[in-house]
T-cell receptor, first 113, second 111 residues
């Protein structure tokens, strides 16, 4: 949907490298969530941030970390990349705290070789 | 366990025909249910969102229904078009911080 900006669009990394993915939410939205979608599967929840604080974490290893900046943009960092980290990484911008009005970005396609 | 199951896994229809996709969930407590359309390699785009008190919601040729008693939802697509070819994902939200996604129905519309 228009308004949620993710960068880069595509990325190729080698095993063991580190990657940083970025997300800018819709203006006025103070919360973002990150999801991993492996090809052929539904998105899996990674993190949610609200007002720069972590409010939820999915079942992902400590290699995954994230943060939210004062302007509400967010970064997802993945260390020591594995082949299995290849996926579409989605950022969702959230209008209100009650899980209402999620808007997804177009995602970042990460390929680990 | 909170789960969202969708059927069928995949569906092929001819252009102009109607189809119905199903979603069953076991999420409790329940807050809202959404249907998203996702083109390959792209982010999901919201079609409809329904809360507990709503039992039908339309968005153009898309009509979603919700039966909160049986915990079932359906998405009906009328007069399908080639551009309807995509994955359709049912997403349920409880009162926690994460959405619970179904694995989707892959719809292919052929001329």
């Amino acid at each position: 949907d228009a308004g949620v900006t993710q960068s880069p669009t595509h990325l190729i990394k080698t095993r063991g490298q580190h990657v940083t993915l970025r997300c800018s939410p819709i203006s006025g939205h103070k919360s973002v969530s990150w999801y991993q979608q492996v090809l052929g599967q539904g998105p899996q929840f990674i993190f949610q941030y609200y007002e720069k604080e972590e409010r939820g974490r999915g079942n992902f290893p400590d290699r995954f970390s994230a943060r939210q900046f004062p302007n509400y943009s967010s970064e997802l960092n993945v260390n020591a990349l594995l082949l299995g980290d290849s996926a579409l990484y989605l950022c969702a911008s959230i209008r209100s705290w009650q899980n209402y009005g999620y808007t997804f970005g177009s995602g970042t396609r990460l390929t680990v070789v | 366990k909170n789960q969202v199951e969708q059927s069928p896994q995949s569906l092929i229809i001819l252009e102009g025909k109607n189809c119905t996709l199903q979603c069953n969930y076991t999420v409790s407590p329940f807050s809202n249910l959404r249907w998203y359309k996702q083109d390959t390699g792209r982010g999901p785009v919201s079609l409809t969102i329904m809360t507990f008190s709503e039992n039908t919601k339309s968005n153009g040729r898309y009509t979603a229904t919700l039966d909160a008693d049986t915990k079932q939802s359906s998405l009906h697509i009328t007069a399908s078009q080639l551009s309807d070819s995509a994955s359709y994902i049912c997403v349920v939200s409880g009162n926690t911080d994460k959405l619970i996604f179904g694995t989707g129905t892959r719809l292919q519309v052929f001329p």
